[in-house]
């Protein structure tokens, strides 16, 4: 089980960057609260329209550990260990985010240095977008490259693809993966049994964009996902914006509808993926 926090235990916890200035190196190089998670926007394309691309959901079954009965794009934790050889992977594309630009106003008011970043705040609402990163695509499967390899185990043990993701003579790549950007948050868990209190996961959300070369490949239902859909970018980015689980999950059914919760960090990395400029270029596509 994920470590959850009501809000009054934040300032107790190692969590660099929250209430004080560091960069994704200081977290990197010390220990954290901060739980590191791989967020996988998986496109692909239409099959009867190949120039619209479309992006996965689906619904976590009621038996999953964290967030049940949640419309869901997939994620999975991976150790803090893991984190700096995957920023050294990608050091040559990193892109510092400048705090001016961000829409949060507290953000514009104070000085950062190049590459720092700083959130104040707690809530669904409060996350922030602190590094980019200029394409860098790698394909799938591949096991010498570390934003590949964590997402291996997402891909295989969430989506069922062990098997596709297993060489063989006539293997062909499944598809690419590219890392977007980091976003950092913190996400609405539950309540606390017995006194209703919110309880919050801090979480760093490395957002990896991957372009599916056959959809089919991707079972309808899993352990972890039912209702596993194709939705396309801008009826997710309305569905996301309106929490309205028929966008994300076109062929949901009445009772779905009226009961799924849409919420959480892992929907809003995608969303926050879909908006940005370089997405064909993170894809490898012509256009979007």
Not at 37 to 53: G, M, V
Not at 214 to 242: C, H, M, N
Not at 264 to 275: D, F
Request: with cysteine.
């Amino acid at each position: 089980m994920a470590d959850r926090y009501p809000i009054e235990q934040f300032p107790d916890l190692q969590l660099p960057g929250f209430n004080s200035e560091a960069t994704l190196w200081d977290i990197a190089s010390m220990p954290t609260d901060w739980q590191t998670t791989l967020s996988l926007s998986i496109y692909s394309r239409n099959p009867d329209s190949p120039e619209k691309i479309e992006v996965l959901t689906g619904i976590r079954t009621d038996d999953t550990e964290t967030h049940p009965h949640v419309v869901s794009t997939p994620t999975g934790r991976f150790p803090q260990q893991f984190q700096s050889p995957l920023l050294e992977s990608r050091k040559s594309v990193y892109k510092e985010v400048d705090a001016g630009e961000t829409s949060h106003a507290w953000a514009r008011d104070i000085f950062l240095k190049p590459g720092h970043f700083r959130l104040n705040e707690v809530g669904i609402r409060e996350n922030q977008v602190v590094a980019t990163f200029d394409p860098n695509l790698t394909e799938l499967p591949n096991r010498e490259d570390p934003l590949a390899f964590l997402a291996h185990e997402t891909l295989a043990r969430k989506l069922g693809l062990a098997e596709a993701l297993q060489k063989s003579r006539e293997f062909r790549a499944i598809g690419t993966i590219s890392l977007s950007e980091v976003i950092a948050g913190f996400s609405y868990a539950a309540d606390e049994e017995g006194t209703d209190t919110p309880l919050w996961e801090p979480l760093l959300m490395y957002a990896g964009v991957v372009m599916l070369n056959d959809r089919t490949l991707i079972p309808e239902q899993t352990r972890a996902y039912r209702k596993i859909s194709w939705t396309g970018v801008d009826d997710f980015l309305e569905g996301q914006r309106t929490k309205k689980p028929e966008l994300l999950i076109p062929d949901i059914d009445a009772a779905d509808e009226a009961t799924v919760c849409v919420r959480g960090l892992c929907l809003t990395t995608t969303s926050t993926v879909s908006m940005t400029a370089d997405l064909r270029s993170h894809l490898g596509v012509e256009s979007v």
